[in-house]
């Protein structure tokens, strides 16, 4: 055919059918059979092209004939969705599927059995003239790297993208015949209609995030029995949350103790044939020392890192997507990696084209202008079309906007990307295009603005509508109409600020993030938004019990980013931050996280010493919660220390018979017992329960509950008399309406002697004082 009758071919096809996004030159070359790899050439072998090179285009001299091989005189290079294709093709795993599902369609064809075909992935030359001589063949392969010779790929190749499947039927030399033609072409159909299966077009091109998505898509169309499980992986609470989701949503066993390592029970589970076939996208795993920590910096929970909790097994299979490659390499430890690299100058004219759909209104030349000043960066070509797009405006006037831009504005708003390890030119342009976009909404909807301001201090991910629907309201001062929250979040949407998923909560690029926290703190109003979002996140972070377990779960992300941001103008006196510090610590504890609890408590104790002093009721129940977590890693003299001071503060301020201080000598009584200390302990709880008793009534579930925790008579009356106080105690647990906590313990049990409990035996249990911040 040749590549003249290939080019005019495309051409025709090009002004017919505009919309056509791949083109598969399918057929027959002339093989290299020793192409200088380390895979031999046969009859019969299928090469797939990653680029082609015109051998016949260059100038002829009296002794040789020199190819134009310059930059502007090459065919370009495949198009994203091409090169992230064969890419996968060329993992063991991507080849050995093709070549097994090729083989089937070839077995269709043929009807007999056959050897499995070989695939290549390299470099074909086009060409007009046959070519004939295999010392001209070895020559020309060996100077440019080729596998095979082929006569219509060149004309083709820029017209569209393009992939060239060709099935070896010669050796391009003297002896051609035409006997392995037909089986040749049939290979290499067979091969095309496996190839496209395995092909899925995306709209979002250069993005890990998308190619991982239509894996996964791809996977479990082929696959329907195979389970799929996306994990968040920006920080270790996100980690955490998409473990406990795949938990809940597949019934892990034991995943509803609260005490459960779910992290550990998730990837044991995984692990197991049972579950069977998966597949485990860890997205956005871009801090090492999350996955990897030094050993100074492990933390008691998560000790070794996030990487020990990937699961590894025969049946189940992990993609990461990072912007890390060191953290890449460790966790597919010597797996092939695929990595993604920058949009093409065509790619992004694409991607400005299905945005403003008016390819026949824009040059290419002001196409080619804008994607050049944005660094060919999807996020930046993204904003400036949808602006484009939202003003009605032509590409030359953003042009001109990008011009008359603040230089010394997009500088200062560019310095937080120095630590997220992009090239020097990314901030720019995202700054240039946020800039644009975010001083037009400021005039417009003043609403959506502070929204964005808002939600830049949370995290990034799945920002519940709730959240942006309390801030609005005390943002206003009164309640704001739904349908203006809507068209706020609706401005956003149409600037490619915030998107959202089908659960109604927000997302919010990483870098619209960076770039809107600093412009916050450039302008001095990073304190104000900080103390808006403390006040409406306290007042929606429920208290941490098991009723409240998933909640808390959600929320913990959001919280935790907000708190890591310090506000220069913090006022001590504020009790939102300590607030919410306490009932994350409060969670913290239910699922067992000591240390981590421990910490937060601690910081909310701190400040509230300082805004409120030492008699606070707020300061007290701090004191409360931090004197549990030391109770419950067994560090007893610090917890006795606390509530031995908290006792005398409460009797002195609010008396012997109130129910809080009830509640701090019955802690302090445990704490004893903790220690082995039962003489003591049991004369505590005696009063507390005489007390209780006469101030509460006999039937009163203090009274009962306080005869049940008296667990320390060393003799039988006594003994038999807490197993009557237990029976009672459940059988009031178990009347409607009374509220009570189900008592939770740490699993140390000591009998009268200091030793080793049955599990049915009496333990000592810290009971939370009443909660004055939940009351707020």
Not at 747 to 766: K, M, N, S, V
Request: proline share 4%.
């Amino acid at each position: 055919m040749g590549k003249v009758n290939a080019t005019g071919a495309a051409a025709r096809l090009q002004s017919s059918y505009a919309g056509i996004k791949l083109a598969i030159l399918c057929g027959i070359c002339g093989g290299v059979p020793s192409p200088g790899t380390k895979d031999k050439l046969f009859l019969g072998d299928v090469v797939i092209s990653k680029s082609v090179l015109q051998c016949d285009l260059g100038r002829k001299y009296t002794d040789k004939f020199v190819l134009k091989d310059t930059i502007e005189e090459s065919l370009g290079r495949p198009s994203w969705e091409v090169r992230t294709l064969i890419a996968f093709l060329e993992t063991r795993l991507g080849r050995s599927r093709l070549q097994h599902r090729a083989s089937r369609v070839l077995e269709q064809v043929q009807q007999m059995a056959h050897k499995e075909c070989q695939d290549l992935y390299k470099r074909p030359d086009a060409a007009d003239d046959r070519l004939k001589a295999g010392l001209d063949r070895d020559r020309i392969a060996k100077e440019h790297g080729l596998v095979a010779f082929e006569m219509e790929g060149a004309g083709i190749w820029d017209e569209f993208p393009c992939i060239v499947v060709k099935s070896v039927c010669d050796y391009a030399d003297s002896h051609k015949n035409k006997t392995w033609q037909d089986f040749a072409a049939a290979a290499a159909a067979s091969m095309t209609k496996a190839l496209l299966e395995q092909y899925r077009l995306t709209d979002s091109p250069s993005a890990a995030r998308t190619w991982s998505i239509t894996y996964a898509f791809w996977l479990r169309h082929e696959h329907p029995d195979l389970s799929v499980f996306w994990v968040l992986a920006s920080n270790a609470d996100r980690f955490s949350q998409s473990y406990s989701r795949i938990a809940q949503e597949c019934n892990v066993p034991g995943h509803n103790d609260p005490w459960a390592d779910v992290l550990g029970l998730v990837k044991t589970w995984l692990e197991g044939q049972d579950c069977g076939r998966w597949l485990m996208v860890i997205d956005n795993a871009d801090d090492a020392q999350l996955f990897f920590p030094p050993p100074s910096e492990n933390s008691s929970n998560l000790k070794g890192g996030l990487g020990r909790y990937v699961p590894e097994c025969a049946h189940g299979c992990v993609l990461i997507t990072t912007r890390n490659k060191q953290v890449a390499s460790k966790i597919v430890r010597g797996k092939s990696l695929i990595e993604i690299g920058e949009m093409s100058e065509s790619e992004a004219q694409r991607l400005i084209h299905q945005i403003l759909d008016d390819e026949d209104e824009v040059s290419a030349e002001e196409l080619a202008t804008l994607s050049s000043q944005l660094e060919h960066l999807p996020l930046a070509l993204a904003q400036a079309a949808a602006f484009v797009q939202e003003n009605s405006i032509p590409v030359s006037k953003y042009l001109e906007l990008l011009e008359e831009g603040d230089d010394s504005l997009v500088d200062q708003l560019s310095e937080p990307f120095e630590t997220v390890g992009r090239d020097s030119e990314t901030p720019h342009a995202v700054t240039a295009t946020w800039v644009i976009s975010f001083n037009q909404i400021q005039r417009q909807d003043a609403l959506a603005s502070d929204i964005l301001s808002f939600a830049s201090l949370l995290d990034r991910q799945a920002v519940p509508e709730k959240f942006i629907v309390d801030f609005c309201n005390k943002r206003s001062g009164e309640g704001v109409s739904t349908s203006k929250v809507t068209k706020a979040l609706g401005t956003l949407k149409a600037f490619s600020f915030i998107s959202e998923a089908k659960d109604r909560t927000i997302d919010m690029h990483r870098l619209v993030q960076l770039v809107t926290r600093e412009w916050l703190e450039n302008h001095d109003r990073l304190a104000q938004y900080v103390d808006q979002a403390l006040e409406v996140l306290s007042r929606a972070y429920p208290h941490g019990v098991h009723e409240n377990r998933h909640l808390c779960r959600d929320c913990l992300p959001h919280a935790d980013a907000l708190l890591r941001i310090k506000a220069t103008d913090f006022q001590e006196s504020n009790i939102c931050r300590p607030k919410l510090l306490h009932c994350i610590g409060a969670y913290l504890t239910y699922v067992g996280r000591w240390k981590d609890a421990e910490q937060s408590a601690s910081e909310s104790l701190k400040l509230l010493k300082g805004g409120f002093g030492n008699h606070h009721p707020y300061t007290l129940s701090s004191i409360n919660s931090l004197a549990m977590t030391y109770w419950n890693q067994g560090r007893w003299a610090e917890a006795e220390e606390l509530l031995v001071n908290e006792l005398e503060i409460e009797k002195m301020m609010l008396g012997e018979e109130h129910p809080d201080t009830l509640v701090t000598m019955h802690n302090l009584a445990s704490t004893y017992q903790g220690q082995g200390r039962l003489k003591e302990a049991e004369e505590l709880q005696v009063i507390v329960l005489e007390t209780r008793r006469r101030v509460f009534g006999e039937e009163h579930h203090r009274s009962v509950g306080g005869g049940r925790r008296a667990t320390v008579e060393g003799d039988r009356d006594r003994k038999e008399g807490a197993r009557r106080g237990a029976s009672q105690y459940a059988r009031q647990y178990e009347q409607p309406g009374t509220h009570m906590e189900r008592p939770r313990t740490t699993g140390r049990r000591l009998d009268a002697d200091g030793g080793l409990r049955t599990p049915q035996a009496e333990t000592p249990w810290f009971e939370p004082s009443r909660d004055d911040f939940h009351h707020l």
